[in-house]
């Protein structure tokens, strides 16, 4: 991801749109993909996406240059999708039960990156938003601690704690998908 | 360390490669000593490391960024409209009969403006018009109070 340059900021902020099609064209797959990560569905991503860049576009002359443009877009970006998440009632996470072991077998999709994304997507689907967000930052998007803390608005053992419990988690998951997967 | 520290490390610091030199070397001196805790952390590598490495980035849908262009034009318009409105309201308000007709002028042809030229194509041409309609409507306005803000101004057009 190249920074964007401060004078594009400015000029953004001042109402140019080309200035902030250059943020809007650095930003919108991190955006996109943390908003179809967290939904599950392109529909909910998009829209989530689009309200995001319109709260950047509405608040760019506020931004203070104290945080990193990219550390403020990534506040915006989780806290709309936490929030779009909660009011379409999907922020209780799926209990085991409901998951089933079933859908964990179900029929494979079609391409081995499917195949990937499903799987990803079935293993992320039962954690709670929390640990699901400090998942997808830390193993899809590769952001620190650090980074993920700041985004987040946590401390660094928060960050820790959150990803311990998604793991442990995951890995007692695990232990009971195993002999349906082969 | 004990098994368990070992284990907290290796679902969060080890994993991630967070951890110093120092440390990474005392965790794996403990897990070419204990089985259990070397089982765990293959285990843990692959369920929670390798498929997350493979997953392919996902990309925001070509169409997305004129429907955002769209709904920032729309959201100007329909303010650009309710400002317009609270100043003609305001003017009226003010009892002030010649301010507000100028005001009342001023208005009906940035209304007019806002709706005839929506497009972006011709954007820079009816800003220029606009920022004119509306320069001509603040000053109007300065005498009779309405509480046009530069704020508000600067909202729009800086
Ligand atoms: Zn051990």
């Not at chain 1, 004078?7 to 080309?18: P, W």
């Not at chain 2, 329909?78 to 010649?98: N, Y």
């Amino acid at each position: 991801m190249k920074p964007v340059a401060l004078e594009t900021i400015t000029k953004a902020a001042q109402g140019d749109l080309y200035a902030f099609e250059e943020i809007y064209r650095t930003f919108c797959n991190f955006v996109y993909s943390i908003s179809w990560r967290m939904s599950g569905n392109n529909e909910d991503a998009e829209e989530i996406t689009q309200d995001v860049f319109l709260k950047v576009h509405k608040s760019l002359k506020n931004f203070e240059r104290r945080s990193s443009l990219k550390t403020w877009i990534y506040r915006i970006t989780i806290n709309t999708t936490i929030n779009y998440q909660k009011r379409k009632h999907l922020k209780t996470p799926v209990s085991l039960d409901e998951v089933g072991i079933e859908k964990f077998a179900s029929p494979l999709p079609s391409s081995p990156d499917e195949e990937i994304q499903d799987r990803v997507n079935k293993l992320l689907s039962v954690l709670n938003d929390d640990q699901k967000i400090c998942m997808i930052l830390r193993n899809i998007e590769g952001l620190s601690y650090e980074e993920i803390a700041q985004s987040l608005k946590i401390n660094i053992n928060t960050v820790r704690t959150r990803l311990k419990r998604a793991r442990e988690k995951l890995l007692s998951l695990r232990k009971e998908v195993v002999p349906y997967e082969v | 360390m004990k098994c368990k520290q070992i284990k907290e490390l290796v679902l969060t610091d080890y994993l991630d490669d967070q951890v110093s030199k120092e440390q990474k070397q005392s965790i794996e001196e403990h897990l070419t000593q204990c089985t259990a805790c070397r089982e765990f952390a293959a285990e843990a590598k692959e369920v929670l490391k390798n498929p997350f490495e493979s997953v392919q980035p996902i990309k925001a849908p070509d169409h997305l960024w004129n429907k955002i262009e769209g709904a920032i034009e729309k959201h100007r318009q329909e303010s650009l409209i309710q400002k317009a409105w609270d100043a003609l309201s305001g003017t009226f308000a003010a009892h002030k009969p010649v301010f507000a007709l100028s005001t009342v002028a001023a208005t009906i042809l940035l209304l007019v403006a806002v709706v005839k030229i929506p497009a972006w194509q011709t954007q820079t041409a009816a800003n220029d018009y606009l920022n004119e309609q509306f320069e001509y409507l603040v000053y109007s306005d300065d005498q009779t109070d309405v509480g046009l803000s530069d704020t508000w101004v600067d909202e729009y057009f800086l």
